[in-house]
């Protein structure tokens, strides 16, 4: 008899079924424009933020609004 005593489970194997449907397992998900990630942190909001302000930003320097 082999017993896991690890406190780590893994969830890459669980299907979660709604009325027959199965839930697809994504890492990120985006709802009303915060995407967070698997473990509920909002590493990819943060990153994706950034990413748009520093564009706006790079826009508004070139029209000297800065």
Do not use: A, P, Q
């Not at 449907?21 to 424009?33: D, H, P």
């Amino acid at each position: 008899m082999n017993l896991n005593t690890s406190k780590h489970v893994s969830t890459e194997s669980f299907l979660i079924n709604v009325n027959r449907n199965c839930i697809e397992r994504t890492l990120t998900y985006k709802y009303l424009g915060v995407t967070v990630d698997e473990k509920l942190t909002w590493k990819e909001n943060c990153k994706h933020l950034c990413s748009t302000i520093s564009k706006y930003v790079g826009v508004m320097k070139k029209l000297n609004i800065l």
